[in-house]
């Protein structure tokens, strides 16, 4: 799973970092300071999660869920547990508290997993969901019906 | 004299507020979680300013006036803490003229305004620059603290003007109208907050 860790303070980041790293099938990309470099980031290469300080200068955790739909699932880390209610209302795979405890963390880190394998599901779902719906299989379908 | 001690009081709740703000408490904590197996020596050091932050805010509803000696310690402190947060990025400086260490001065004047400079002028970009200077001009002491941010008015830091306003009631209180606080913009760009005292004390 490869994660990004994007937090403004710089022991906050290493911290998380060093704890991840210690989470078998982890691996940390990239630490970043701020929303902008997320989005550079990603469009160098892909993540599986991404773990975001709520407040961070200029483009806080949320404002950037909100404005980018097609982020990778997201984990919010802060100190403060206000924002726990937007933070769900926008689908995040989880919340922690800092400082995070890696019992907490590896159970987010389910979390995501969990959230990949739902993901999977249902994009395949969706797939065959699509092709049943092409006019011309319908006709292919219904004449093999038929026959 | 009671207006005064009340004003002295919600200085004090106020302090007491920012230091048990979930937001600088947890954060705190983690920096220092973070440090342990990094740098253990600065996170003791990081504890030790945690600890005498809260004691100095503690203190300050109990009595009028400190040393400027002591109040320039916390700031150095508070200083300290912030800059571990951001590295490299959070620049701090604290010049103080010779002979001033025994002035007396009501707590937390100048706290407020440091606080200020780093949550509006830097916190909120990648970085910065904050410098305290303290000096003596005939009967004045004159205090600037400078940020190189946005200026005053440009940022979005909400609370800036709740402890400006607490800042100048407090100088009415303990001075009359013998004190100063200008805030401006600072000539580099950036604001300047000035703090003018009369050395000899209140206004009897």
């Known amino acids: ?60 955790g949320i404002g950037l869920a909100q404005r980018y739909v097609d982020l990778p699932p997201i984990v919010f880390v802060t100190a403060y547990d206000h924002y726990a209610v937007s933070a769900f209302e926008l689908n995040a795979v989880d919340y922690l508290l800092k400082p995070v405890r890696i019992e907490r963390l590896v159970t987010a880190v389910e979390r995501v997993r969990a959230r990949q394998m739902t993901d999977r599901d249902a994009v395949g779902r969706a797939l065959t969901a699509a092709q049943n719906a092409d006019p011309l299989r319908l006709l292919g379908s219904s004449a093999v019906s038929a026959g | 004299m009671l207006v005064e001690r009340k004003a002295a009081l919600e200085a004090q709740l106020q302090a007491l507020q920012a230091r048990t703000d979930p937001h600088f408490l947890f954060n705190r904590l983690n920096t220092v979680a973070s440090l342990i197996p990094e740098n253990p020596e ?4 990081t504890l030790e300013r945690l600890a005498d932050l809260f004691r100095y805010a503690l203190e300050a509803g109990h009595v009028r006036t400190v040393k400027l000696q002591r109040e320039l310690g916390m700031v150095a402190d508070y200083m300290a803490l912030q800059s571990t947060r951001f590295g490299d990025r959070l620049q701090t400086s604290l010049e103080v003229a010779e002979g001033l260490a025994e002035i007396d001065l009501p707590p937390l004047l100048l706290q407020p305004l440091v606080e200020n400079a780093i949550l509006h002028g830097v916190a909120q970009r990648r970085g910065g620059s904050v410098a305290v200077s303290v000096r003596r001009e005939r009967d004045h002491l004159i205090v600037e603290v400078r940020d190189d941010g946005p200026g005053p008015g440009a940022s979005a830091h909400i609370g800036a003007g709740t402890s400006v306003r607490s800042v100048r009631d407090r100088l009415r209180l303990h001075y009359d109208e013998t004190a100063s606080l200008s805030l401006a913009a600072d000539s580099g760009g950036g604001c300047l907050a000035r703090l003018t005292l009369p050395i000899h004390g209140p206004s009897l």
């Open chain 1, 1 to 60: 799973m490869k994660a990004l860790v994007v937090d403004d303070e710089d022991p906050a980041r290493r911290r998380l970092a060093r704890m991840l790293g210690e989470i078998a099938n982890v691996e940390v990309m990239g630490e970043l300071e701020d929303g902008d470099a997320v989005l550079r980031a990603l469009e160098r290469q892909p993540a599986d999660v991404l773990f975001l300080d709520v407040r961070m200068p200029g483009f806080d």
């Open chain 2, 42 to 45: 600065l996170a003791e050091r």
